[in-house]
Structures are given as structure tokens and as C-alpha cells.
């Protein structure tokens, strides 16, 4: 490990064809380890945020660093492999594909890494015990709550081993029973040195569970201050256990 960020934005700008841009300017690090929560009413930019650090667009100006790694240059093929290995996601509505069983969605990122079949098998078996939902490999995501959708999604992020996890609103479609479960899944991860970026609007989760937090307004930075007393590293970290087959 080395003391470079693991993120990495300088003056980083988004600009859409109209309207005021979505992104004016952010200039931030995020260092290994940290879990860093990014809050800020609908239309702030957090998604964009979090967008460009994936990968997933590219800005308008400014540069995006992940890992040493200059995302804001990659070219579609470099773009590609970059989020396979380096970055595992989560989002509001899961994301997963209806028509795989559990298991199969969570092998996906290992096969398009070009893992083999039985250890990408191995591994996502394992994953899904580790989320509570060894029990549910061969279902099909439709016959699953919520919440255990989204312990697919967190499994299905971690198949390659990334160093970063990008969640976008990870709890906003959930009970606030199942969205504890996954804030604390956040948090475990955070505590296995994992570092994660968690965007949100709820300013609950983003103090119970982040070691800081970024506030945007507008397309720029309005607050950057560490959680003092709370969040990652200062919780009481209990493990994740469940009875199995439990609901959520
Ligand atoms: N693909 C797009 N085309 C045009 N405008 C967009 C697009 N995506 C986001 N925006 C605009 O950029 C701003 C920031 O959006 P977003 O990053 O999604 O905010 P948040 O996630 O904080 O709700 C909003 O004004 C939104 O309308
Ligand atoms: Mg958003």
C-alpha cells in the first residue's frame, strides 16, 4: 500500500448539451481504506460523481485518478477492463439480470474477466454465504425481497476482488430493516480495508456509516468534514449473521 490517493480529482467538470453544469469543478482525494459518503439533495451531481470515478462517462474537463490509473483518458476497451477489475458497484434498483439465477449473476464479472467457470462457481458460492444467501443460489432475483437482491448486487461487486466499491444509493429502495443489513455489509467491507464510496442523500446513513463526508451543492463541493464519534472505524462492528432463509 502507498500513501497515493486511491481517488483522485482535480478541477473535475461535467457539462451536459444544456442547463448549468452537473459538475463545476470538484477537486478531491479519497485514500485507501476510507469509507467516504457523498450527500446532497436530487440533482446535486453525486451520480455524476460517482459515474466518472467508474468509469462509466467521462467528463468535460479536469482529470479523474483512480489507482494511479487516468480513467478520464481511457479508451473503450481500456474502459472496460478498468471497471472489471477495479471498481465493484452498487446501485439503487440492483441491477440485476431477471432472467440469471442468483448465482449466475454474481459469476458474471469473473466470467467477463475471463475466470474460469469452476473457480468463478467457487467463489460466488462462497460470496453468497458470506451475504446471508447460500440458500438462494439457484433463484431467480424476482423471487427475492429486496433487500436480499441488494446482498446479490454486494456479492455480485465483489466477485473480482475490487479495491474500490461505488455504491449509489444502495438503501434507497429498502425497509429500513434490510437497508440496516446492508449498511452493515458497507460497513464490514469498510473494516476488511476496503475502501468505498457511498453516495445518498440520507444524512442518517452517511453519518453512521462513512468516516467522512463530501457534501455537493450544485456541482461543487459545499462541505468536506470527517465524522468524528461515528461512521467506519468507530462503529461497533458486528458481524452479519442471520438465521438462513431469514427475511429481508
Ligand atoms: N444524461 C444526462 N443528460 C443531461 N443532464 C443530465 C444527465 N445526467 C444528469 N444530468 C443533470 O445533471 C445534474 C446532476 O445529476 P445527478 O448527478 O444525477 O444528480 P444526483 O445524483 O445528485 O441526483 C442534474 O441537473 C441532472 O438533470
Ligand atoms: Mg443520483
Redesign the pocket.
Given at each position: 500500500m502507498t500513501n497515493a490517493p486511491v481517488i483522485d480529482l482535480r478541477d473535475t467538470t461535467k457539462k451536459?448539451?444544456d442547463?448549468p453544469p452537473?459538475l463545476a469543478g470538484v477537486t478531491l482525494s479519497v485514500a485507501h481504506g476510507e469509507c467516504v459518503a457523498i450527500l446532497?439533495?436530487?440533482?446535486?451531481?453525486?451520480?455524476?460523481?460517482l459515474n466518472l470515478i467508474a468509469g462509466l462517462d467521462r467528463p468535460s474537463g479536469g482529470t479523474v485518478t483512480v489507482d494511479g490509473t487516468r480513467v478520464d483518458q481511457l479508451g473503450e476497451a481500456g474502459s472496460a477492463k478498468y471497471r472489471r477489475a477495479s471498481v465493484g458497484m452498487i446501485f439503487q434498483f440492483f441491477n440485476l439480470l431477471d432472467d440469471l439465477t442468483v448465482l449466475d449473476n454474481v459469476m458474471v464479472p469473473a466470467q467477463l474477466a475471463g475466470m474460469g467457470k469452476g473457480e468463478a462457481k467457487r467463489r460466488a458460492v462462497e460470496l453468497l454465504g458470506s451475504v446471508g444467501l447460500d440458500r438462494h443460489a439457484g433463484a431467480y432475483p424476482q423471487r427475492l425481497s429486496g433487500g436480499q437482491r441488494q446482498r446479490v448486487a454486494v456479492a455480485r461487486a465483489l466477485m473480482n476482488k475490487p479495491p474500490l466499491l461505488l455504491a449509489d444509493e444502495p438503501t434507497g429502495a429498502l425497509d429500513s430493516s434490510s437497508a440496516e443489513d446492508v449498511r452493515r455489509l458497507l460497513l464490514d467491507l469498510n473494516g476488511e480495508g476496503r475502501t468505498i464510496v457511498l453516495?445518498t442523500h440520507d444524512v442518517q446513513l452517511a453519518a453512521s456509516t462513512a468516516s467522512r463526508t463530501i457534501e455537493?451543492m450544485d456541482?461543487a463541493v459545499k462541505r468536506d468534514v470527517v465524522n468524528h464519534g461515528n461512521g467506519a472505524g468507530l462503529a461497533a462492528r458486528t458481524p452479519l449473521t442471520r438465521p438462513a432463509g431469514g427475511a429481508g
Open positions: 451536459y448539451d442547463g452537473a446532497g439533495h436530487s440533482g446535486s451531481g453525486k451520480s455524476t460523481l453516495v455537493l456541482g
